[in-house]
């Protein structure tokens, strides 16, 4: 396998990460690198095989539907690159 | 006082002969000589220390201190703290100061009473096998400062090796632990998944994650590992198990003990100078009392592929968090709110943490899903059920931790499926989910070799019993680099 540029932006664009075009060429060098040691997998036999997501087989454990956490907007908020008015500050969504 | 065990510092503290602020200040002092250096820490905050360290004393004096009250450990800076910023090695977070502690630095500080030194540096989002992605600078390794101490727990490892600190939290996701122990001549433990919380410790991939203690002998890393786990409510992995004394079994005799040696470790991709000090390591344990068995992990050599899906899979899905809304680094110009998203995560992750995402992104998307993620997951259970099979002949697992020494700065930075091979021994281990350690066994032209024991699921009393008698009948891990001023 290996990756086209338009791929690599299409892929970044998914991630949302920005890269120009003078990076992509490198970027998709190193990934076409990485994906040359992941294709090892493709010859192994894997039918049959139940895929393992974690490492020890649990289901998910429940809590009892109650408040535990205390108020800390404050404290949340305070880190924030931008907030107004106990809300979070993005660009313009709508015009 | 630098030199001695945690237990020694322990037992120093209860009769008096030096109080928590005086032992605080002399590692502070240390850190504040030699770190400039070696840039093993990201941040530190004497004030800080010391308030933490008065308590510690006052806690002492009222007779209500335990093993470890008082005595100082470095944070690895993947585990959030308030007070001290928590940066993640990244500049996505350079100035991130967390609302809350994570629950290893809760049960450390408030539970048993430790003094944080500060916080260690590391590869970026714990991304890296020699810290040199860390956006804070690279670390130097104190046994030969022009090479890399292991990563991404780096700059813990360095800062015990050159005992800016007497013990370190770090965390393992593919050998974060143990490499770097066994490039900085440490012991390292990484739990069995589930042992330890995760709750406040940055994710880089869930299902693999684990902390860990590092320090210098395994009689510490026991004490440090009582202290660290247990059931936490907070993370919904965390196993809800019966309290274990992981020191309990120290000084069992390693009489019967089953050694399974896999025969994938003992190929011609590791050093012969590593090998030799592995095999050296091995017939100490025969002589110890140990019976050795040949054993075979087949799968063995598709856990580094199988890894390089399923961890970035999973970071890409954790750190889609870091979208500069709520908090963390915002790029400063943007047109849209996809282009604050796309500039905010171009700038304010470095490359190999971008590299992961985009592999990740690729890995997860439609039409590649089953013929990667799924096909890697499927890997890994074979991997997991090739240590089931050997753990029938076997009691626990031995071979080297990693296939070299400690390699030098910026020698592998452009080879990145080098860099990621030095983690061949020791990714496998995290697939499955079991316990690892790394032990000193000897140097290599100068520099340390780490010995990797692998256990059964929740054998690590098992395995810190087996490290333990090694290290009391060698003393490599005694062993200090010779050209750090150990004085004061």
Same mark, same amino acid.
């Given at each position: 396998?290996?990756?086209?540029?338009?791929?690599?932006?299409?892929?970044?664009?998914?991630?949302?990460?920005?890269?120009?075009?003078?990076?992509?060429?490198?970027?998709?060098?190193?990934?076409?690198?990485?994906?040359?040691?992941?294709?090892?997998?493709?010859?192994?036999?894997?039918?049959?095989?139940?895929?393992?997501?974690?490492?020890?087989?649990?289901?998910?454990?429940?809590?009892?539907?109650?408040?535990?956490?205390?108020?800390?907007?404050?404290?949340?908020?305070?880190?924030?690159?931008?907030?107004?008015?106990?809300?979070?500050?993005?660009?313009?969504?709508?015009? | 006082?630098?030199?001695?065990?945690?237990?020694?510092?322990?037992?120093?503290?209860?009769?008096?002969?030096?109080?928590?602020?005086?032992?605080?200040?002399?590692?502070?002092?240390?850190?504040?000589?030699?770190?400039?250096?070696?840039?093993?820490?990201?941040?530190?905050?004497?004030?800080?220390?010391?308030?933490?360290?008065?308590?510690?004393? *006052?806690?002492?004096?009222?007779?209500?201190?335990?093993?470890?009250?008082?005595?100082?450990?470095?944070?690895?800076?993947?585990?959030?703290?308030?007070?001290?910023?928590?940066?993640?090695?990244?500049?996505?977070?350079?100035?991130?100061?967390?609302?809350?502690?994570?629950?290893?630095?809760?049960?450390?500080?408030?539970?048993?009473?430790?003094?944080?030194?500060?916080?260690?540096?590391?590869?970026?989002?714990?991304?890296?096998?020699?810290?040199?992605?860390?956006?804070?600078?690279?670390?130097?390794n104190?046994w030969d400062?022009?090479r890399?101490?292991?990563?991404?727990?780096?700059?813990?490892?360095?800062?015990?090796?050159?005992?800016?600190?007497?013990?370190?939290?770090?965390?393992?996701?593919?050998?974060?632990?143990?490499?770097?122990?066994?490039?900085?001549n440490?012991?390292?433990?990484?739990?069995?998944?589930?042992?330890?919380?995760?709750?406040?410790?940055?994710?880089?991939?869930?299902?693999?994650?684990?902390?860990?203690?590092? *320090?210098?002998?395994?009689?510490?890393?026991?004490?440090?590992?009582?202290?660290?786990?247990?059931?936490?409510?907070?993370?919904?992995?965390?196993?809800?198990?019966?309290?274990?004394?992981?020191?309990?079994?120290?000084?069992?005799?390693?009489?019967?003990?089953?050694?399974?040696?896999?025969?994938?470790?003992?190929?011609?991709?590791?050093?012969?100078a590593?090998?030799?000090?592995?095999?050296?390591?091995?017939?100490?344990?025969?002589?110890?009392?140990?019976?050795?068995?040949?054993?075979?992990?087949?799968?063995?050599?598709?856990?580094?592929?199988?890894?390089?899906?399923?961890?970035?899979?999973?970071?890409?899905?954790?750190?889609?968090?870091?979208?500069?809304?709520?908090?963390?680094?915002?790029?400063?110009?943007?047109?849209?709110?996809?282009?604050?998203?796309?500039?905010?995560?171009?700038?304010?992750?470095?490359?190999?943490?971008?590299?992961?995402?985009?592999?990740?992104?690729?890995?997860?998307?439609?039409?590649?899903?089953?013929?990667?993620?799924?096909?890697?997951?499927?890997?890994?259970?074979?991997?997991?059920?090739?240590?089931?099979?050997?753990?029938?002949?076997?009691?626990?697992?031995?071979?080297?931790?990693?296939?070299?020494t400690a390699?030098?700065?910026?020698?592998?930075?452009?080879?990145?499926?080098?860099?990621?091979?030095?983690?061949?021994?020791?990714? *496998?281990?995290?697939?499955?989910?079991?316990?690892?350690?790394?032990?000193?066994?000897g140097f290599a032209d100068g520099l340390p070799v780490?010995?990797?024991?692998?256990?059964?699921?929740? *054998?690590?009393?098992?395995?810190?019993?087996?490290?333990?008698?090694?290290?009391?009948?060698?003393?490599?891990?005694?062993q200090?680099p010779a050209d750090?001023?150990?004085?004061?």
């Open positions: 396998m290996s990756l086209t540029l338009e791929q690599v932006q299409r892929i970044a664009h998914l991630a949302r990460i920005e890269i120009s075009e003078s990076e992509a060429g490198t970027t998709r060098d190193h990934l076409n690198g990485i994906f040359q040691l992941i294709e090892q997998m493709q010859a192994v036999d894997t039918r049959g095989v139940e895929p393992m997501a974690h490492a020890q087989e649990l289901s998910q454990r429940l809590r009892d539907d109650t408040v535990t956490e205390a108020d800390c907007r404050a404290a949340c908020q305070a880190i924030a690159p931008e907030t107004e008015g106990g809300l979070y500050l993005v660009p313009k969504v709508i015009e | 006082m630098i030199n001695k065990s945690l237990k020694q510092l322990g037992a120093a503290l209860a009769a008096k002969e030096i109080s928590s602020v005086e032992l605080t200040t002399l590692f502070l002092d240390r850190i504040e000589r030699l770190n400039p250096e070696i840039n093993a820490f990201i941040s530190v905050d004497r004030e800080r220390s010391l308030t933490q360290a008065r308590a510690a004393d *006052a806690r002492l004096a009222a007779g209500q201190g335990g093993p470890l009250t008082g005595i100082p450990i470095a944070q690895k800076d993947i585990f959030c703290t308030t007070g001290w910023r928590t940066t993640c090695g990244s500049k996505m977070l350079a100035d991130f100061v967390s609302p809350y502690d994570a629950t290893v630095i809760a049960r450390l500080h408030d539970g048993a009473g430790m003094v944080s030194l500060g916080k260690t540096n590391m590869d970026e989002f714990a991304m890296g096998s020699s810290n040199e992605t860390s956006f804070f600078g690279p670390v130097k104190p400062r022009q890399v101490p292991g990563g991404s727990s780096g700059g813990s490892a360095s800062a015990i090796a050159a005992r800016l600190a007497p013990a370190a939290t770090g965390t393992d996701t593919g050998g974060s632990i143990r490499q770097p122990a066994a490039f900085c440490l012991t390292g433990l990484k739990p069995t998944y589930g042992v330890v919380s995760r709750y406040g410790m940055i994710a880089f991939a869930s299902s693999l994650d684990q902390g860990g203690p590092m *320090a210098a002998s395994a009689e510490d890393c026991a004490l440090l590992l009582n202290a660290m786990c247990g059931f936490d409510e907070r993370d919904s992995t965390s196993l809800d198990r019966p309290v274990e004394d992981y020191a309990r079994d120290l000084e069992k005799p390693l009489a019967g003990l089953r050694i399974g040696l896999p025969k994938e470790f003992f190929n011609d991709g590791c050093d012969p590593v090998m030799a000090a592995v095999q050296t390591a091995i017939d100490q344990y025969r002589k110890l009392g140990a019976t050795l068995v040949d054993i075979s992990l087949p799968n063995s050599h598709l856990s580094v592929p199988a890894y390089y899906v399923i961890a970035p899979a999973e970071a890409s899905a954790n750190l889609s968090r870091f979208d500069g809304i709520r908090y963390g680094y915002r790029a400063p110009d943007y047109d849209s709110l996809d282009d604050l998203y796309m500039k905010t995560r171009a700038q304010g992750f470095g490359a190999e943490v971008k590299r992961r995402i985009l592999i990740g992104a690729y890995v997860l998307s439609h039409g590649y899903y089953d013929a990667y993620y799924l096909q890697a997951q499927r890997i890994r259970r074979l991997i997991a059920e090739d240590f089931a099979s050997a753990f029938k002949a076997c009691d626990i697992i031995i071979g080297p931790t990693s296939p070299t390699f030098k700065l910026g020698e592998r930075t452009t080879d990145l499926v080098k860099m990621y091979l030095s983690d061949i021994y020791t990714i *496998a281990v995290n697939l499955a989910g079991l316990p690892g350690m790394s032990i000193p066994c780490g010995l990797q024991l692998i256990g059964n699921y929740f *054998a690590e009393a098992r395995l810190l019993n087996a490290a333990h008698r090694y290290q009391a009948a060698t003393g490599w891990h005694e200090r750090i001023d150990l004085n004061g």
